[in-house]
C-alpha cells in the first residue's frame, strides 16, 4: 500500500482520477431497473405498523420511488472489492522508490477471508506481484481454493485480529511485502468511489432516456423481470424532474470503505448518500459511531470527506431477508445476503420512506442501490431459503 | 387456440412471420458468454472415465466449446412460454369469424400448473380475453396466486391428466372458451422458435464482433463472470472460422414445443439441434420414442419439421445439479433445474463432447445454450442446494 502521505486528496476529483487508473482492470457492471421493485417501494406498507422500531402506530409513509440497481455482483472475482484493490495496487506502483528499491520483488499481504482476499489476489497477479493473504485456517475450504486459484500464497492464522495481525507482521517482517488492508486506506475508498461515478453516470442515462421515446419493441411492456438496461429502455413511473438525476445512493455501511467512496463521488452533485446496515446484535456500529461523535476507527476517512458524510438506515434480518427474495425471485440474479439491506432500506425502513415522502413529493425519488457483491456459499444459502420447519 | 388447419406451414419462414406477430408484446431476451464456462466445456474430463453411461474406460473427449446462453429466465413472466401464448393468442385474433362470433367475450382456456398458466393469463388479460385456467388443488399456493395475478379464473381439478381433461371440457361446454394448449399446436411451436432466431442473430453479432477489435475498456479483462454482452463485447477463445454463425443449438426436450420450434428456426442453416434430457426413471422419452419410430404424441410436430430433426443427448440428475451450480456460482442468474440440463450435456455428455471434438476440431464450436426458465421456488432450491447431510 502506497503511504498514505502521498494518496491523493480525498475528493470527487480523485475519484476520477482513480478511475482513469483502473480503467483497464474493472468492469463497467450495469445498472440495471425492474418496475415490479419500483412499484413495491412505491406501495405503502399495510397499516397499522408495527414495528418493533419506534415506528408503531405511525401512517405509513407514501413515497414515490424508482431504484437503479449498480450490480457489482456481476464484477471481476464477484464483487466490488477489486476496484479499491487494483486501485491501491496501481497507487503502489506509482510511489516514488517502490519499483526501484525492488517493492515488485517483495510483493503484497493482507488478512482477509472474503472478497478482498480474491481482489488483492487478481490485482497483483494481473501486475506480476507475488501476493500473501493470511487466512484464519478455519476459513471455508472454496474460499481458501478460489484465493489460491488467483495465484495467491496463503498463510493460516488463527481467527482473532490480533493473531491475524502477528501472522501479517511475520510475513512482512520475512518477505518485506507492503501491506493492503481491505478498507481503512485513502487509496482503496478512492478505488471503490469510482462505482459511485458510473451508478450516477448509468441513472442519468437510463432517466433521460426515459423521459425521451422509448424503443418500438419495448413498448407497452412492463417490465417485470430484471436485466431491462441490457435489452430495452425501461418504463419508469413517470415522473416531472427536469433534472435527470439521482436523488440519493443507498449503499451497505461493511468495512466503510465503499461507503466512504460513493460519499466522495457524490460530492458537490446534491445525491445524498445513506448508510445501510443490519439493526441486529449490535450491528449498527456506524451509525452508533457517528451519533456519539466517536468515530469507529474503520470508517475514519469520512470525517475528511467534508461536505458528503452520509446518513444511516437500519433493517431487520427479516426485511433483508424478504429483499434478498425479492432481488432472486424478481431479478433472477445471485447475490450476496448484504448486498439486499440497501433494497430492504428502501421497501421497509419507515424513516427513510417518510423522508423520501416529504422531500421528494409528487415527482418521488430517483435512488441508486449498491448490490454489492454475489459471492455466496450456495450451501448456506440453501439454510437461508429452506422452510424454517424445515 | 386457431384451428391447426389455418395455421402457417411449419418453416423458418413462419417463425419470422411469428416473430412479427408477438414482437410488441415479448422481450428480445440477452445472449450471454462466459469465459469461465467455455474454458471448463473445453477441458477435458478427468481420466480415466467411470460413467454408467456406457463411457466407462473410454478415453475423455477434448472439444473447443464456445458457449452463448439465451437467457428466457429474464423473459417476461421468466420463461420463454410467454412466446408461444402470445402467438397462439394473436392467431386466434387473426381467424376468420372469431372476433365477429363472439370468440373473445367466450375467452380461452388451459390446464397447466407451470409457465404456461402464467403466458396465457398474462396474453389473455393484455388482449381483454377471459382466461380459465384448470390447475390441480394440490398445484403450489404461489403458483395460483401468480395465475390469478395475470388476472385469470383459476378452476381446480383432481391431478390426473384425465381429470384435468375433464374440467378443461366442462369450462368450454359452461363458456366456450378456446383451448389453448400448452405445446402441441403448431401457433405454439412457431412461437417458441421465436427465441432460436433471437439467439442466432445475438450469436453471430457477439462472434463477429470478437473477430474485430474489442472496445478499449474490455481490453485484457477476462470475462469470469456473467452478463458480459450486457456490459462489454467478451473475449473468446480464438477461432478460425470463417462463418459467425452457432455450430449447434441445445435446448431442453419438456413438452417438444420448445425444441419444434428451435429446431424450425435453424431450418435450412445448418445448425445442428440438441434436445436435452435427464436420464432419470426413464425421462428420455422423446429419444426413446424417436429411436423407436412411435413417436411420443407431445413431439409430433419435429416429423413435419424435415430437414431439421433434433438429435438427443442425455444426462444424469448429479450433472445437471452441477451444472445447475455452476450457472449460480459463475453468472450469479437465477433459473430453474431443467434449464441447466443443456449446459450439463455441453459439460459432461461425452458422446456429445466427442461429436463435437471430430467435428469441430481446432475450431471448435459455438454452441447455443436456451436457458428457458428462471421461475425458482427458493425453498426448493435451498433444499436442492443443502448440504447432502443436512
Known amino acids: 500500500m502506497a503511504d498514505p502521505s502521498t494518496s491523493p486528496p480525498l475528493t470527487r476529483a480523485s475519484v476520477f482520477e482513480a478511475r482513469e487508473l483502473i480503467k483497464g482492470f474493472v468492469h463497467h457492471t450495469p445498472t440495471l431497473t425492474n418496475a415490479t421493485l419500483d412499484r413495491l417501494a412505491s406501495t405503502p406498507a399495510p397499516a397499522p405498523l408495527t414495528g418493533a422500531d419506534g415506528t408503531a402506530g405511525r401512517k405509513p409513509a407514501n413515497p414515490r420511488i424508482r431504484l437503479y440497481f449498480k450490480c457489482e455482483n456481476l464484477q471481476r472475482i464477484g464483487a466490488f472489492k477489486i476496484r479499491g484493490a487494483f486501485h491501491a495496487v496501481e497507487r503502489l506502483k506509482r510511489e516514488p522508490g517502490w519499483e526501484e528499491g525492488g517493492g515488485r520483488e517483495r510483493g503484497v499481504v493482507t488478512h482477509s477471508s472474503g472478497n ?5 489476489a487478481l490485482a497483483a497477479r494481473t501486475n506480476g506481484i507475488p501476493a500473501h493473504i493470511v487466512m484464519p485456517t478455519i476459513s471455508a475450504a472454496p474460499k481458501i481454493a478460489a484465493t489460491k486459484g488467483y495465484g495467491a500464497n496463503v498463510v493460516f492464522s488463527g481467527s482473532t485480529s490480533v493473531e491475524r495481525e502477528a501472522v501479517v507482521a511475520k510475513v512482512v517482517e520475512e518477505t518485506g511485502a507492503r501491506l493492503v488492508p481491505p478498507y481503512d486506506h485513502p487509496d482503496i475508498v478512492l478505488g471503490q468511489g469510482t462505482l459511485g461515478l458510473e451508478l450516477q453516470e448509468d441513472a442519468r442515462d437510463i432517466i433521460a432516456a426515459a423521459a425521451g421515446a422509448e424503443p418500438s419493441h419495448s413498448k407497452n411492456i412492463p417490465a417485470e423481470h430484471g436485466f431491462r438496461a441490457a435489452v430495452t429502455t425501461p418504463k419508469l413511473p413517470e415522473s416531472k424532474k427536469t433534472n435527470p438525476s439521482l436523488d440519493a445512493i443507498l449503499a451497505p455501511c461493511g468495512g466503510g470503505g465503499l461507503l466512504s467512496g460513493v460519499a466522495l463521488s457524490c460530492e458537490g452533485t446534491g445525491v445524498r448518500v445513506f448508510g445501510c446496515e443490519p439493526w441486529f446484535e449490535g450491528a449498527d456500529d456506524a451509525k452508533r459511531g457517528y ?72 415527482d418521488g425519488w430517483d435512488i441508486g442501490i449498491v448490490v454489492s457483491g454475489g459471492n455466496v456459499n450456495l450451501e448456506a444459502l440453501g439454510k437461508l431459503f429452506a422452510p424454517k420447519d424445515g
Chains 1, 2 share one sequence.
Not at 478482498?116 to 488483492?120: C, E, G, R, S, V
Open 116 to 120: 478482498h482476499a480474491q481482489a488483492l
Open 291 to 362: 451519533e456519539s461523535g466517536k468515530r469507529v476507527e474503520a470508517v475514519s476517512t469520512l470525517t475528511v470527506a467534508d461536505g458528503c458524510a452520509p446518513r444511516w438506515a437500519n433493517v431487520s434480518e427479516d426485511e433483508i431477508i424478504a429483499a434478498l427474495k425479492l432481488i432472486y425471485e424478481r431479478f433472477k440474479m445471485v447475490v450476496e445476503p448484504s448486498s439486499a439491506v440497501p433494497l430492504a432500506v428502501a421497501l421497509f425502513n419507515e424513516d427513510f420512506r417518510g423522508l423520501v415522502e416529504r422531500e421528494g413529493g409528487e
